[in-house]
């Protein structure tokens, strides 16, 4: 059985920062490119950022470049999000989700990916 056990949200002052974590069990860490989405109330789900299989090459949503960090760690079978300098338009259900493919490109559309965690919120205030 697969799962995706996301972990890390919370409330934070803008301008500080969080880790979300998320950890997958279940299935072949590797074989799998891995991404984090997010929603807000009354908006469609969003792609954030995205790694893939081999870690080696990321893509970061315009609105979070330079200041979110994608990364995995093999050994843990985790995928993290390093995200600083937050602010309230941050605010949103963060999910992180896996997508098996052969090839080791990187996916940026929620419906390519087959597993989901349950979400962990993040409220930035101002």
């Known amino acids: 059985q697969v799962q995706l056990v996301e972990s890390g949200g919370g409330w934070v002052q803008a301008g500080g920062s969080l880790r979300l974590s998320c950890v997958a069990s279940?299935?072949?860490?590797?074989?799998?490119?891995m991404g984090w989405f997010r929603q807000a109330p009354g908006k469609e789900r969003e792609i954030v950022a995205a790694i893939n299989r081999s870690g080696l090459r990321t893509y970061y949503r315009d609105s979070v470049k330079g200041r979110f960090t994608i990364s995995r760690d093999y050994a843990k079978n985790t995928v993290y999000l390093q995200m600083n300098s937050l602010r309230p338009e941050d605010t949103a259900v963060y999910y992180c989700?896996?997508?098996?493919?052969?090839?080791?490109?990187?996916?940026?559309?929620?419906?390519?990916?087959?597993?989901w965690g349950q979400g962990t919120q993040v409220t930035v205030s101002s």
């Open positions: 989700a896996a997508d098996w493919r052969q090839s080791n490109g990187l996916y940026l559309n929620p419906d390519q990916y087959d597993y």
């Open positions: 279940g299935l072949a860490f590797s074989s799998y490119a």
